[in-house]
Every structure is written in structure tokens, then in C-alpha cells.
């Protein structure tokens, strides 16, 4: 089991950076694929970007790519989420999570099993 916690997130004007933190508890942290979620009111979580044990492996949605950076420091068991060029549309409380399986990324919120309490990030027009 690990325990996540972020931070990073805030109100910022459209155009604007914020860089999302996700501390990460345990000795297990450099095994795990981890992954930046979010959700928006009304909307159903969804897949933003996530990044293999190693961090030699990063994947991105779609309506993020170009934009953002995921990157991890094992070291200091932290993974990162850059956010560059925001949008009202990126408005949304992003989550951290952890996939202990060792199979591989996923796209599929169902398969990790650790998450954190989430931040919010507003982003004004």
C-alpha cells in the first residue's frame, strides 16, 4: 500500500503554468507506474498522463499532449505533472495514482489501486 499526497494546485489565468507534485510513501514507489487523473463537475474521471517505473515511458491524452509533462524522481519517491499553456477545459481536481501490478500502463482508472485525496486546478478565461 502506498500513500499519495498532492499539491501544486491552484487558480490561474488561461495560458498560465502550474507544476503538480504527488508525494508518494513507501519503498515500493520505483516499482509503480504512476498516473495523473482528473475530474471536472459533472464529468466522469479521465486518463491525463501517466509514466512507467523508470520514467523511460510517458503517455499522454490527447486533449494534454504538448502541454503537459509527467516525470518522476524516485530519490525522492515524487512524480510531477508540468501543466504549460492551461485552458478553462483543463478546470478540474487532478489525482495522483499508483498501479502496483508491474504489467504496464493503463489507461483505466480501475486498475490503480492507490490514490490521492486530490487538488483542484482553476483555470479562468
Known amino acids: 500500500q502506498v500513500q499519495l499526497v498532492e499539491s501544486g494546485g491552484g487558480l490561474v489565468q488561461s495560458g498560465g503554468s502550474l507544476r503538480l507534485s504527488c508525494a508518494a510513501s513507501g519503498r515500493a514507489f520505483s516499482s509503480y507506474v504512476m498516473a495523473w487523473f482528473r475530474q471536472a463537475p459533472g464529468k466522469e474521471r479521465e486518463f491525463v498522463s501517466a509514466?512507467?517505473?523508470?520514467?523511460?515511458?510517458?503517455y499522454y491524452a490527447d486533449s494534454v499532449k504538448g502541454r503537459f509533462t509527467i516525470s518522476r524522481d524516485n530519490a525522492k519517491n515524487t512524480v510531477y505533472l508540468q501543466m504549460n499553456s492551461l485552458k478553462p477545459e483543463d478546470t478540474a481536481v487532478y489525482y495522483c495514482?499508483?498501479?502496483?501490478?508491474?504489467?504496464?500502463?493503463?489507461?483505466?482508472?480501475?486498475?490503480?489501486?492507490?490514490w490521492g485525496q486530490g487538488t483542484q486546478v482553476t483555470v479562468s478565461s
Open positions: 509514466i512507467t517505473w523508470s520514467g523511460s515511458r510517458t
Open positions: 495514482a499508483a498501479d502496483s501490478r508491474g504489467v504496464g500502463i493503463s489507461w483505466n482508472s480501475g486498475a490503480y489501486g492507490n
